[in-house]
């Protein structure tokens, strides 16, 4: 493996307490949540959800539904680009640790690593390079070798010792379904992750999260009324226990139905033929705060800054990657033993 980076990790407790760091990028929802003068309130009540989908999920043995508590860490994989610079490590990638409290057998154990997902290079290549490339075009494109460095950078992060040092398996994204697409039922069903559901026409985001050698499927959870993407490296199905996947599903769908009601708490499940839509009228709101235009516009500021602190210090380290073949686009899988 290259010397010319290195990898760390720091984390941070994401309770009613949390307050996001200096350089957490403003708009993750996690740093969304935990402002204004009900953040308590709000970090509160979403953890809340998140037990009580755990629970819900987690019926056996547990009849009167609180046997297991979720504790979880914002983590955020630094990188060092040159031994030269070592005072310098940028944040450029953001995962989220789950661990399950069993509070009646009084043990802890892993849950999924991944879940959300959040990089300042991300948004980068959304909000501002492709933005760029497609201003005076006719007909939407890709610019030449798209999602090609964060790739890498999310391959290299994986295969670290420092990631390995807080996991001992691939991490699993959730992340919402894309309201560009349509999506129909099967038969196969899961008994944590629900009904399966499938789309032959992949989606940027599934493209994108390609280049990061991870592949998708989508799942409605059981009393679920939208399917979740999973990204994932081997077997989604197999490679993880039972409550590592109820981990992710009470995680990820209790932010979603913050995050976007319209979908993930709507008042009717999805059909056998289904196209999400963010313009959806029959939903109910959850009481956890969550600002989505602030999002969308810090993202064009928070690519540029990674443009001018990450990209451009460092694009000969960058080429010379590509020019060594460092993106193996035949690679389906992050390695990982």
């Known amino acids: 493996m290259s010397q010319d980076f290195t990898f760390t990790v720091r984390s941070v407790a994401f ?10 990028r403003t708009t993750t929802n996690f740093a969304n949540l ?4 009900r953040r308590r ?3 509160r009540n979403a953890l809340t959800m998140i037990d009580n989908r755990f629970n819900s999920l987690a019926q056996w043995d ?22 030269e610079e070592r005072q310098h490590r ?5 995962v989220l640790k789950t661990t399950i409290v069993d509070q009646q057998a009084g043990k802890r154990l892993a849950g999924m690593v991944g879940n959300n997902f959040s ?46 040092g807080i996991a001992g398996k691939p991490p699993v994204i959730c992340l919402s379904v894309s309201s560009s697409k349509q999506y129909r039922r099967t038969d196969n069903h899961h008994p944590v992750l629900g009904v399966e559901y499938q789309n032959d026409d992949a989606s940027l985001t599934d493209f994108y999260f ?28 197999t490679d993880y226990t039972t409550l590592e996947l109820i981990s992710a599903v009470s995680t990820m769908e209790s932010f979603q139905k913050i995050y976007r009601p319209e979908i993930y708490n709507a008042n009717s499940p999805a059909g056998p033929c289904y196209r999400p839509s963010l313009e959806h009228a029959d939903y109910s709101l959850t ?28 694009r000969h380290v960058f080429e010379r990657w590509s020019a060594n073949g460092a993106v193996d686009q035949s690679r389906n899988k992050v390695a990982f033993s």
């Open 15 to 24: 309770d009613e307490d949390y307050r996001p760091a200096e350089d957490t």
């Open 34 to 37: 935990a402002r204004g003068e």
């Open 41 to 43: 309130e709000n970090l």
């Open 62 to 83: 547990n009849p009167n539904g609180d046997r297991y508590a979720l504790e979880l860490e914002i983590v955020t994989g630094e990188v060092q680009v040159g031994a």
């Open 90 to 94: 940028f944040p450029a990638i953001e």
């Open 119 to 164: 990089s300042y290079v991300r948004d980068y290549d959304f909000s501002v390079r492709l933005a760029e490339h497609n201003r005076d075009r006719a007909e939407f494109g890709l610019p030449e070798g798209f999602g090609d460095l964060h790739g890498q950078l999310f391959r290299r992060f994986i295969d670290s010792e420092a990631y390995r």
């Open 210 to 237: 390609g280049k990061m050698g991870l592949e998708v499927r989508y799942f409605m959870p059981p009393n679920g009324v939208a399917p979740l993407a999973f990204y994932f490296a081997g077997d989604l199905l």
């Open 287 to 314: 009481r956890v705060v969550y600002d989505r235009e602030e999002r969308s516009r810090l993202g064009v500021e928070q690519g540029k800054f990674a443009e001018e602190h990450f990209i451009k210090p460092y």
